[in-house]
């Protein structure tokens, strides 16, 4: 595997469900980020993780959580979602400490139905 | 509240013609400007990064930003129908890992 990968691709939950999405980053990085992407919006950072430490939680509801275990992997834990959370969720990871510490590489990232 | 904006578009431009994409960003504290591209269905990938006043080539794309007027834009020259695709501009401020993302322009390549 290359770059950053994520699992599932596509996920179709209900909203009493309990789901995990995985990413994983083969780029030797060390800070990690969770983002929302729906239509016509901005790209929306979610959460941060820089050294497996969160740095940011851009006030996002509790129903999302993430853990993030090591540096090479980051996950989103979701449970009792509403359908306005339907909308694909991208993973990044950057390296730190360097002058081009800000290029951040993006997964597949997985498409998320909430019905 | 920082804000990088974009022109929506969609910007159509005949095949073998320059294709300009412009972003403004309000923060003066911004440091690090990318351009993404982000093709229908798939996820955004880094194509140019520019940290300093002036322009930036990489192949047929070149990057120009100008701080004093808060103001960066992407060029591509000899467009082709490949380049179609929703161009994302971001920012970033110096010593901050997070970037604020534009809406993205949609650019269509005319054969």
């Known amino acids: 595997e290359t770059g950053v990968t994520q699992t599932p691709r596509h996920l179709v939950m209900g909203m009493t469900n309990k789901k995990s999405l995985k990413c994983e980053q083969h780029?030797?990085?060390?800070?990690m980020y969770w983002y929302k992407q729906s239509a016509k919006k901005p790209l929306e950072l979610m959460f941060v993780?820089?050294?497996?430490?969160?740095?940011e939680n851009n006030s996002v509801p509790s129903r999302f959580s993430p853990e993030c275990p090591n540096s090479s992997h980051l996950f989103l834990h979701l449970h009792t979602l509403q359908p306005e959370d339907s909308a694909l969720y991208l993973c990044?990871?950057?390296?730190?400490?360097?002058?081009?510490?800000?290029?951040?590489?993006f997964g597949p990232g997985t498409r998320l139905t909430v019905t | 509240q920082k804000e990088v904006e974009q022109n929506s578009g969609p910007l159509s431009v005949p095949e073998g013609a320059i294709a300009s994409l412009n972003c403004t960003y309000s923060?003066?504290?911004?440091?690090?400007f990318f351009w993404y591209r982000q093709y229908s269905g798939k996820s955004p990938e880094l194509i140019m990064s520019?940290?300093?006043?002036g322009d930036k080539e990489d192949g047929r794309f070149t990057a120009q930003l100008n701080k004093a007027s808060q103001y960066v834009s992407l060029l591509i020259r000899d467009s082709q129908p490949s380049d179609s695709a929703t161009y994302l501009c971001?920012?970033?401020?110096?010593?901050?890992?997070?970037?604020?993302f534009g809406t993205g322009t949609r650019l269509t390549i005319i054969p």
């Open positions: 993780y820089n050294f497996k430490e969160q740095t």
């Open positions: 990044a990871s950057s390296q730190e400490n360097r002058p081009t510490s800000y290029e951040q590489y």
């Open positions: 520019i940290y300093s006043n």
């Open positions: 923060d003066r504290g911004s440091q690090s």
């Open positions: 971001a920012v970033a401020d110096f010593g901050n890992e997070k970037l604020t």
């Open positions: 780029l030797g990085h060390n800070a």
